[in-house]
């Protein structure tokens, strides 16, 4: 059973930087992609970012662009997010999850088979 832990959530001022990582275990061949989801209090499950473990392709939602950075480190099977210029909205329970997909990298929570127990992300004004 492969199984997440995200660490590196917190309270953070706005403009400030975060960094939130992911540490895979178990039967971790299974995963050819990583994903960060977001969701805040009365919203939806949200895509922020995802790596494909193979090439390193990266997909980001619009909205982060140029201020989130995801990466990989497929030896110690870790993911990595770093956040900059954080805003208010960026409040919420960050996770992190793996996909079996073979092809592309799925934005969507459906497309995704594990899933970490989630980190809070608080960004004060």
């Known amino acids: 059973q492969v199984q997440l832990v995200e660490s590196g959530g917190g309270l953070v001022q706005a403009g400030g930087s975060l960094r939130l990582s992911c540490a895979a275990s178990g039967p971790t061949f299974s995963i050819n992609g990583m994903g960060w989801f977001r969701q805040a209090p009365g919203k939806e499950r949200e895509f922020v970012a995802a790596i494909r473990r193979s090439g390193g392709v990266t997909n980001y939602v619009d909205s982060v662009k140029g201020r989130v950075t995801i990466s990989s480190d497929n030896a110690k099977n870790t993911v990595s997010l770093q956040m900059t210029s954080l805003t208010p909205y960026a409040t919420a329970v960050y996770y992190c999850?793996?996909?079996?997909?073979?092809?592309?990298?799925?934005?969507?929570?459906?497309?995704?088979?594990?899933w970490g127990q989630g980190t809070q992300v608080t960004v004060s004004s």
């Open positions: 999850a793996g996909t079996r997909a073979i092809v592309g990298i799925p934005r969507s929570p459906i497309g995704y088979d594990y």
